[in-house]
């Protein structure tokens, strides 16, 4: 039994169908990266996943049972679905700490005390212990989103869903966010909508590549990157390769 | 003195009872349903469409014909509070629009239930965000509650009015009356600008005046 399961998603926002039956599975602690050109539904995949916008037709599994059944608890689901996003949606009126603490306090019941403890060490994991007492306001792009990591990480998730985490950062802040993306691997399940391809080859155990709503080709990163059988996905990864100065695969 | 007494007591009063209809009816008109936002909206519509001073003849000469009798100050306390309540709702409202889809969607991502993402996350932005727009409300509350001398409350104005009446010193006392509103508006101002500055998030609007005022 896969840790997710998604069967058949289909998703339209008025005449406009997103997603074309995507199917999808994900094990314990894996990471899957999904690359394809903008507008093929990446994100609109993740934001099915937690149920920010409900699938139209398909099913999801998580743990075996299913979440996008009517009697599903959406709240409860969530807890287990970690998101970060492009723009971060840090809780501006809350410093670093709280940022984190909150949804223990709040949602898990923690108390304060043991909640901003746990927050503490999830900054610390991400190298901002130093920053907690800061405010969103005050801290770059980059801590900003390693907080969003910190925030999610907190809640004990069986999966975090990372869209597009670096594109809102300044090149130079890419570094720091990619390596706490990297310390995770294994030790939670992943799955990232993202660009940085370098990170895609050396940590993803699978990359999904999507376009026009469906899943066109998904397999190894050596296989994708060495030869991967469509057409459509060596185009892709030919561009994708040129504009950002990805070297060539070297072994 | 007591008029004074009767003015501060007017003032308080409808700026804290109007602050607790005016979150109730905002969040109602935001994130209510058709149903519920309607109701708010009809509210504010007909309370701010209409001049305070015929709400408070409706309350006041009005209401006992149906038979409900309210005392002069009961009922301006109750005609200025819905009154502000109306304004607030809409203060309240502009703010609560003004913050990014993203907070609230984040908050829902970390599984918290709308109504606690609007009291955790939406509420306590907001409301910084309308702090200056009361100190505005409760400036104009202050010198609007002169109009409750109309119903006979024995407010600041309506005292003022009967001494002056009394000792023909009505420029005198017209003067030393403007000059208490002016000194109550002042220390008034002084203490939310210090509510401000109290709840003000670091690295967020001092910057902004800051570069606005560099930009000029």
């Not at chain 1, 409900?54 to 075996?64: A, R």
């Not at chain 2, 504010?44 to 409706?58: A, M, Y």
Request: hydrophobic share 45%.
């Amino acid at each position: 039994m896969p840790m997710l399961e998604c069967k058949n998603i289909h998703k339209s926002y008025g005449d406009l169908e997103v997603l074309k039956g995507i199917s999808l599975t994900m094990e314990k602690g894996e990471t899957k990266v999904i690359i394809g050109t903008s507008g093929t539904g990446k994100s609109t995949l993740l934001r099915c996943i937690n149920l920010l916008h409900p699938p139209d037709q398909g099913q999801i599994w998580l743990e075996g049972k299913e979440i996008t059944g009517k009697r599903a608890d959406i709240n409860q689901i969530r807890q287990k679905i970690g998101f970060v996003f492009q723009d971060f949606n840090l809780f501006n009126h809350l410093t670093a700490l709280r940022n984190v603490s909150i949804g223990l306090e709040k949602v898990k019941g923690m108390e304060k005390e043991d909640a901003q403890k746990r927050a503490l060490a999830e900054l610390e994991k991400v190298g901002l212990k130093k920053q907690a007492d800061q405010y969103p306001a005050q801290l770059s792009g980059g801590q900003k989103q390693r907080v969003g990591i910190a925030r999610a990480l907190a809640m004990d998730p069986l999966v975090i869903l990372f869209d597009e985490p670096t594109s809102a950062l300044d090149p130079e802040l890419i570094g720091d966010v990619l390596d706490v993306m990297k310390s995770l691997a294994h030790k939670v399940a992943m799955l990232v909508v993202t660009h940085e391809m370098g990170f895609a080859r050396n940590v993803a155990d699978e990359i999904i590549f999507m376009e026009g709503g469906y899943i066109v080709e998904s397999g190894t990163p050596s296989k994708m990157f060495r030869n991967p059988k469509h057409k459509r996905t060596k185009e892709f990864l030919g561009k994708i390769a040129t504009l950002y100065g990805e070297e060539k695969e070297g072994g | 003195m007591q008029g004074f007494s009767v003015t501060l007591l007017l003032t308080v009063v409808a700026l804290s009872v109007g602050f607790v209809i005016g979150v109730v009816v905002a969040l109602g008109r935001v994130y209510g349903n058709k149903i519920i936002a309607a109701i708010c909206i009809g509210f504010i519509e007909i309370i701010r469409g209409t001049p305070l001073l015929v709400q408070l003849f409706i309350l006041y000469f009005g209401l006992p014909s149906v038979g409900i009798r309210l005392d002069p100050l009961s009922a301006a306390l109750i005609g200025l509070s819905i009154n502000s309540g109306a304004y607030q709702a809409e203060y309240l409202r502009g703010s609560l629009q003004s913050i990014e889809s993203g907070q609230m969607i984040a908050a829902r991502t970390l599984g918290m239930s709308k109504l606690r993402s609007i009291q955790y996350i939406i509420l306590p932005q907001a409301l910084r965000i309308t702090i200056p727009a009361w100190s505005n409300e409760l400036i104009y509350l202050l010198k609007y509650t002169s109009i409750a001398y109309i119903i006979q409350v024995n407010e600041l104005f309506a005292e003022a009015r009967f001494i002056a009446s009394d000792s023909f010193r009505y420029l005198e006392m017209f003067a030393i009356i403007a000059i208490i509103y002016l000194v109550t508006t002042i220390i008034f101002t002084e203490i939310i600008d210090r509510v401000e500055k109290r709840f003000r998030i670091p690295g967020i609007g001092h910057h902004k005046t800051l570069e606005m005022r560099a930009v000029l």
